[in-house]
């Protein structure tokens, strides 16, 4: 019985993952480029709050004729802001979808172990295994928040995480000015009774599979957005004197990898009734090249 096709496990869990996530571009959203392109689109419109401001900018420059020239060609060009500093994000949102499931909604992991009984009579195993699951919980936001010098953000998004099992939610913290994947896990140690009795003369393997349920959740994130403005060295006050609806988004998803449960199954295999013969037997034979099993001990 060759068993190499259940060899599989965090592959597919992680294959899952970056079906639906890990191919996709980040979007850098530099903020400051942004608050630049809000303002530039205020150029010729002479009622726009910004445009009389950067006006008055320029005309209270006084004594230092190159100068006011150079702040009205600017405003002429639509060059019209040439510092924005102090950039601050704040009132943090998020907003979660439905709890879904990828293409691949179960993943197993197998273990395995073997006995075999070179004797003529029927001998028994009763051993306890410890089989260890492991839980995993994965945040990635595809969207990153900066500034064109890197100017440090204080972008921290406070994110629930979620449990189908009815176990809560646990809050975690992400810095969306970086790039930003990180898995916390948990192992749990479940215990089986391997009790069978062994044939003369022959071996069992047991397979002992860790089944996980594999869900998802979207995110989008959101913060609102100010900075100090300034023309030509004269302050032009906060970005939000001007403008209205400052907000930038991130967006992201949250996996989790729940055990649900261990099932265990043997398979017997006839072995050569010569116990010198038989004891030259292996079981890796069965099992598959690099499969790894335990060895069990009859009582």
Not at 42 to 69: F, L, M, W
Not at 196 to 217: C, H, M
Not at 270 to 284: F, G, I, R
Request: charged fraction near 20%; charge should be negative; include cysteine.
């Amino acid at each position: 019985m060759n068993m190499k096709n259940k060899n599989i496990g965090w592959g597919l869990i992680a294959a899952s993952f970056l079906a639906y996530h890990g191919g996709a571009n980040a979007d850098e959203i530099k903020l400051d480029e942004v608050m630049k392109s809000r303002i530039y689109d205020t150029k010729g419109n002479e009622n726009h709050p910004y445009t009389k401001a950067a006006n008055a900018a320029c005309e209270s420059i006084s004594g230092d004729v190159p100068r006011r020239i150079a702040c009205f060609t600017h405003l002429l060009l639509g060059v019209n802001v040439d510092g924005i500093s102090n950039i601050k994000l704040y009132n943090p949102d998020v907003v979660y979808s439905e709890i879904k499931e990828p293409e691949i909604p179960e993943t197993v992991q197998y273990e395995y172990y073997s006995v075999k009984n070179c004797t003529s009579l029927p001998k028994n195993i009763n051993q306890e295994v410890s089989v260890t699951v492991n839980e995993s919980n994965t945040i990635s936001v595809s969207d990153t928040v900066t500034t064109t010098d890197n100017a440090s953000l204080n972008a921290k998004l406070e994110l629930k995480t979620f449990s189908i099992e009815g176990g809560g939610s646990k809050t975690r913290v992400v810095d969306i000015s970086k790039s930003t994947s990180s898995t916390t896990s948990s192992t749990t140690t479940v215990r089986e009774v391997l009790d069978e009795t062994i044939l003369p003369y022959s071996a069992l393997i047991y397979t002992v599979d860790k089944r996980y349920g594999n869900t998802y959740i979207d995110f989008v994130g959101s913060f609102s957005y100010d900075a100090d403005l300034a023309m030509f060295g004269r302050s032009l006050g906060k970005f939000s004197r001007y403008f209205n609806n400052n907000y930038v988004s991130v967006s992201g998803q949250i996996w989790n990898v729940n055990y649900k449960s261990v099932h265990k199954s043997y398979v017997e295999l006839p072995l050569p009734t010569d116990p010198a013969e038989c004891n030259a037997v292996s079981l890796d034979d069965f099992l598959g090249k690099g499969v790894r099993h335990q060895t069990l001990s009859l009582l």
